[in-house]
């Protein structure tokens, strides 16, 4: 019973909380255009608006949602480990830093990029999973297994341990340079929108979604080419008409097939996802984080008036 709160006594626990808050935030609000994103993705064609009224009249509104429980059991651990390795790596990339000052932004892109790198080793088997349920019709799910366990036993069954982890490279790939912009533009752009900032920690409500929002905008747009090829690669199994021999060919196939706009299919959806997805993510994490160190004497507020 105890537990609980010598656990956010401590500031790695307020930091693992709020990243829960944050991560649960970002996957109830972006996820539905996730699903559209991987459909476009995987598909021939059909533009996001087609695809999204298909699914919802054919299969339900409640469609868009399938495979979330897989992202949404897991991202406590994985948003707070992203942003607890961001925390130790930008101060390591940068020696210069005093405890009390903000990391530079050097500092702010590796250990972006070190994060991502690490985060991707948990978070290749999870978007597996999730995209094998996004993927799934009517008929494959009326006559297989749902949910996210069964998936994964029927994955570990047919294919293995190598199958659960296909797409690692890639996702690693992706990822690294991916946070690398994702924590860089989100430091930058709140200094831009609220000057000193960084130092004092009280931004307001605006900001931190603005800044957010364009972090993740500028950490999709950078990897968006490699994303399509993860999603393609991790979409095939055993069965796939289509077989792809690793990274390379893939990126050839899916460009002889359906020329180099392929590899931007979906970016759209993607963009507007990431706005909203990751304004509800920051926005959530440093209000959490607040709220916890309020409530253990330290009487820093948050602004509630328009920094920007």
């Not at 008929?139 to 297994?145: A, G, I, N, S, V």
Request: net charge positive.
């Amino acid at each position: 019973m105890d537990f609980w709160p010598e656990f956010l006594a401590s500031s790695w626990g307020k930091e693992f909380v709020a990243g829960g808050f944050g991560g649960t935030a970002g996957i109830m609000a972006g996820y539905p255009l996730d699903s559209v994103r991987v459909r476009q993705q995987s598909s021939q064609n059909g533009s996001a608006f087609s695809i999204l009224k298909n699914v919802a009249t054919k299969e339900g509104p409640l469609s868009l949602y399938r495979g979330m429980g897989a992202p949404l059991a897991s991202v406590t651990f994985q948003n707070a480990m992203v942003f607890q390795i961001y925390a130790i790596l930008s101060r390591a990339f940068d020696s210069s830093c005093c405890s009390n000052e903000p990391p530079s932004y050097k500092g702010v892109a590796l250990g972006g990029v070190g994060a991502g790198a690490i985060q991707s080793l948990m978070l290749s088997p999870i978007e597996l999973i999730k995209i094998r349920l996004q993927l799934q019709t009517q008929l494959q799910r009326e006559h297989t297994e749902n949910g996210p366990l069964n998936v994964a036993k029927n994955i570990l069954r047919i294919e293995g341990w190598r199958g659960l982890y296909r797409g690692l490279t890639i996702t690693a790939l992706r990822d690294a340079p991916a946070h690398g912009f994702y924590f860089w533009t989100y430091e930058f752009m709140r200094e831009k929108l609220h000057p000193g900032c960084r130092k004092s920690g009280q931004e307001s409500f605006n900001t931190m979604l603005v800044a957010g929002g364009l972090a993740g905008v500028a950490s999709w747009v950078c990897c968006y080419p490699l994303d399509v090829v993860k999603t393609r690669l991790q979409a095939q199994t055993p069965n796939s008409t289509i077989k792809y021999n690793g990274i390379v060919d893939c990126l050839r196939k899916s460009v002889r097939n359906d020329g180099y706009g392929v590899l931007f299919r979906g970016l759209g959806t993607a963009v507007s996802r990431a706005f909203v997805v990751n304004g509800a993510i920051f926005t959530a994490y440093e209000t959490a984080l607040r709220v916890f160190f309020n409530n253990n004497g330290n009487h820093e507020t948050l602004q509630t008036d328009s920094g920007i």
